[in-house]
């Protein structure tokens, strides 16, 4: 991945681009691979399947390792794969974990962006989430709530 890395950066040369974006690899399993250490500009993982715990505990040790390049950014975090009270429980304590570890935690709706076809609803008119809701009110509802918990964590920290 290294080298992939430092292909792309060349390619900005190349070009003579007036600009550089920051460059990475995301990795599954939360883990730093040697290549993405020594040519990313950041540290992106993904924390599907894994528990808040072990997002917590490998966001910490990533944020403590002063070779690893920053920021750390998870981009993709599947906690589930419904809109139900459960996932989304689940799903707030991930963002949570990741957030207050020092993490920037990328949330990924699996129901809404995996499956084709993609189910998009019109803005939800609230935020609670019921298992027995209609999914034409639940998805919507689910998401909104999931923005709104984002929303409190970035706002408290201003």
């Known amino acids: 991945m290294g080298h992939l890395i430092q292909l792309t950066r060349e390619r900005f040369q190349a070009r003579k681009a007036a600009f550089r974006v920051?460059?990475?690899a995301s990795s599954a399993g939360m883990k730093l691979f040697d290549g993405v250490r020594d040519q990313a500009d950041l540290t992106i993982v993904h924390g599907n399947n894994r528990t808040p715990a072990e997002k917590r505990t490998a966001i910490t040790a990533l944020m403590a390792d002063p070779a690893a390049p920053g920021p750390i950014y998870m981009n993709e975090d599947n906690s589930g794969r419904d809109t139900t009270v459960e996932t989304l429980k689940n799903e707030l304590a991930s963002c949570d974990a990741?957030?207050?570890?020092?993490?920037?935690w990328g949330y990924m709706p699996w129901r809404m962006a995996q499956m084709f076809p993609f189910r998009f609803y019109l803005?939800?008119?609230?935020?609670r989430v019921a298992d027995d809701m209609p999914v034409d009110q639940r998805d919507p509802a689910y998401f909104h709530a999931v923005l709104d918990?984002?929303?409190?964590?970035?706002m408290a920290g201003r």
């Open 22 to 24: 920051p460059i990475s």
């Open 98 to 104: 990741v957030f207050q570890s020092g993490g920037s």
């Open 123 to 127: 803005p939800a008119k609230t935020t």
């Open 149 to 154: 918990h984002i929303r409190k964590l970035v």
